[in-house]
């Protein structure tokens, strides 16, 4: 697509992260790419954090997006779950930022609002309507689901920034 941006959207997880790639042209969205980065819990977390880093910087190496969105996560009951869930979330900002990607991060509610139309959105009304979006999304995991939805909800924010950024200079 002409004056295309290519949006890598990452939703960020120790045991999957999920990660989906699209082209934004206006209000055109084309998918490109998604799937997930999975860890095991018999690897050491040091393993786990550099498995996912890899994979990101292969992702954006092989795919060569234009900006990045990442998800905000929730706070977890579990103090030790969410102190290693913000570890992934750690990685999945650094990777993207120190390949001079420009990281933009989206709470779950405006992720939703954003494609659904509702912050209260289940996740079958965000993968479905990620489905209408992007005709021919391959979504075989929710994690992919999430980081395309990601991914479109910035595209969104990011027309609406740009038109804001026009109108001022008129």
Known sequence: MNGSVRILG????LTHTGWGLIESAGSH??????GAISTTTAEDLPERLCRIHAALMGLIAEWTPD???VEHTYVNKNPQAALKLGQARGIALLAPASAG???????AM???RAVVGTGHADKIQVQDMVKRLLPGAALRRADAADALAIAICHA?????????????RA
């Open 10 to 13: 990452i939703d960020p997880g």
């Open 67 to 69: 900006e990045a969105a």
């Open 29 to 34: 969205l084309r998918f490109l790419a998604a």
């Open 110 to 112: 405006e992720v939703k």
């Open 101 to 107: 990607l420009r990281v933009a991060e989206y709470q």
């Open 156 to 168: 969104h924010h990011r027309g609406t920034r740009a038109l804001l950024a026009q109108l001022a």
